[in-house]
């Protein structure tokens, strides 16, 4: 029995302290109230440093820099603490309620914090194992290509790691009831039924697996990291930026977005909805994958493959929408200077789009293409054909904003009083030539001011001078999509902004603008300075009149 003074130092057994050696180990039992353990528990028989083999640290006991060595085992009861320790190969430390401060388990060793115990700033070298049982929680965990396990053992509670550090070539487990909260992963974790991790980072080489019944939300999955999610799998609020994320079939994306460089793909049988993707961001729809909701930014790509699904998707400027030939789409919506990629469909001159209703359709070349578009088209909303660098069939939109002011042969005019028949001035080879306008047209805009400027549709602001002297000649307003006229070449607006004399205007939320077709696609004076016309793609018969504005019919 020992006293409430006792101390066991390296060497010595001080103040009645019991001691048993067994093969050169020592075992000290039950540390009352007060006591303290220092250094290794005892020397062995043979004069050298012996390890712990069971010493129990029970309620206000405290060990310190304490080793458990081949078959030792400190355990920490509730209202005990430990600090320091360490647990080398074949040693154990066990954490069954109490508090430990500080510890290192090296290989083949282990450590299990269960029953409500708490552990913090614990290193877990390569080839040892860390288990965090019922109600058990770890903080500030590092590992140094080591093996870290983590589960929940039964429904009544959960095992929690926190703050964890899973290194290249360390592996974390999740059992049911198990959850990891804000660790990184550079290493491997699987993550079990009734398991859940909350704000982690897969990153550099990190893989996170997510079995049937698993989740995940809120977490980043960064450059060179992979999430793959499997049948009955859900990843939620994911962000995925410079990584990849993975659904097989039967594992679904609910919200979420994927950005700068990262990848998602909707393989056959599984679904993604609601996520957004943004500038640099791609989404890959395999066939048999099925994509819903969810928003299309400026920079971002959706890419639908023969018998994948996209519905309700909503294409916003300067995303694009990849589509192959026999994909399905239902209730797209399209926004100024979104573009549809018909990925199968090769460009020629002379092709044609129509909007009957709202079903699109492009003819190139006597092959065609042809999807039903969800929102309501006025006046204004139509497509030009172009072609994109793999020689495929783009379609987009261009437009001026009200208040500009065309050339004509009796001075400017605003262009919202120009209709069909007038005469405007256009710029052929250096000379000014006449041309008669074939078509006009009017949408009016509302910024999404929720997203970025560069994304929310709001028009360019090309301040008077910007582009030379008296060019513009008065401040001009324009689309994003539009393009000017610049030393031989077509620029659209929003690659000129600098954010000083060329900048996106967010005051405006709600405007006007307008599309003027002449007899052949032509270079404008708008305010001075030289923009496009409608380009004429052969499709002029394809709109209907009413009075001298045209319309889609």
């Given amino acids: 029995m020992a006293t409430s003074s ?24 039950t540390p009352w109230s007060g006591q303290t353990i220092t250094g290794t528990a005892a020397s062995a028989g043979n004069g050298g440093t012996a390890t712990i083999a069971i010493a129990e640290v029970h309620a206000l006991a405290v060990a310190t820099s304490d080793t458990a060595g081949l078959l030792g085992v400190i355990q920490v009861d509730p209202l005990g603490s430990g600090s320091a320790l360490s647990a080398t190969s ?62 929940g053992v039964n429904v009544t509670g959960a095992g ?47 893989v996170q697996n997510l079995l049937s019944g698993a989740i995940t939300t809120s977490t980043t999955v960064g450059s060179g990291g992979t999430t793959i999610a499997s049948s ?17 079939n039967g594992g679904k994306v609910i919200g979420g977005s994927v950005q700068n460089g990262g990848e998602l793909v909707v393989s ?7 996520v957004t993707v943004s500038s640099g961001g791609t989404e890959i729809v395999q066939s048999g994958g099925t994509v819903s909701g969810g928003t299309i930014l400026g920079g971002g790509k959706e890419i639908v493959s023969s018998g994948a699904s996209s519905v309700n998707v909503t294409i916003a ?20 200077g ?55 069939t783009t379609l987009t ?48 805009m509302s910024v999404r001011t929720d997203l970025p400027v560069d994304m929310a549709g709001y028009p360019v602001r090309i301040l008077k001078n910007a582009l030379g002297p008296n060019v513009p000649h008065q401040d001009l307003l324009i689309t994003p999509e539009h393009c000017l006229y610049l030393d031989g070449v077509f620029v659209p607006a929003r690659m000129l902004v600098n954010g000083r004399s060329i900048f996106y205007d967010v005051s405006m939320t709600h405007y006007d603008y307008y599309h003027v077709e002449t007899e052949r696609h032509s270079i404008l004076w708008s305010n001075g300075a030289l923009s496009e016309s409608y380009l004429d793609t052969g499709n002029r018969k394809e709109f209907g009149q009413q009075g001298r504005v045209v319309r889609f019919v």
Avoid at 269 to 274: H, P
């Fill in 6 to 29: 006792a101390t066991v130092s390296s060497s010595t057994v001080v103040n009645a302290y019991t001691a048993y050696y067994t093969s050169g180990l020592s075992t000290v039992f």
């Fill in 90 to 151: 074949g040693g154990v430390i066990l954490d069954s309620g109490g508090i430990v401060a500080g510890a290192s388990i090296h290989a083949s060793a282990a450590m299990m914090v269960f029953g409500g115990g708490t552990a913090t700033n614990v290193n877990v070298a390569s080839g040892a194992n860390l288990y965090v049982g019922n109600v058990g929680s770890i903080t500030n965990v590092s590992t140094i290509n080591g093996y870290l396990t983590s589960k």
């Fill in 160 to 206: 929690l790691v926190s703050g964890a550090t899973i290194s290249a070539g360390a592996v974390e487990s999740l059992g049911s009831g198990g959850t990891d909260r804000a660790s990184l992963i550079h290493g491997t974790q699987y993550v079990s039924s009734g398991a859940v991790t909350i704000s982690d980072t897969v990153n550099s080489g990190g």
């Fill in 232 to 248: 009955g799998a859900t990843v939620s609020a994911t962000t995925v930026s410079g990584g990849s994320v993975l659904v097989l």
């Fill in 268 to 274: 056959s049988g599984a679904t993604a909805s609601n």
């Fill in 317 to 336: 400027s300067g995303g694009s929408l990849v589509v192959a030939s026999g994909s399905v789409l239902t209730g797209t919506i399209v926004s100024s």
């Fill in 338 to 392: 979104a573009v549809i990629d018909v990925d199968t469909l090769t460009y020629t001159s002379g092709g044609t789009v129509k909007l009957s209703g709202n079903t699109l359709t492009i003819t190139e070349g006597g092959s065609s293409w042809s999807t039903v578009l969800s929102g309501t088209y006025k006046t204004a909303d139509y497509f030009i054909i172009g072609q994109d660098t793999d020689g495929s």
């Fill in 397 to 444: 939109f261009v437009c001026f904003c009200a208040g500009t002011l065309i050339r004509t042969e009796d001075g400017d005019r605003l262009v919202e009083d120009l209709e069909i028949g007038d005469t405007v001035l256009t710029y052929v080879d250096g000379k000014e030539v006449s041309s008669q306008l074939t078509w006009v047209g009017r949408r009016t």
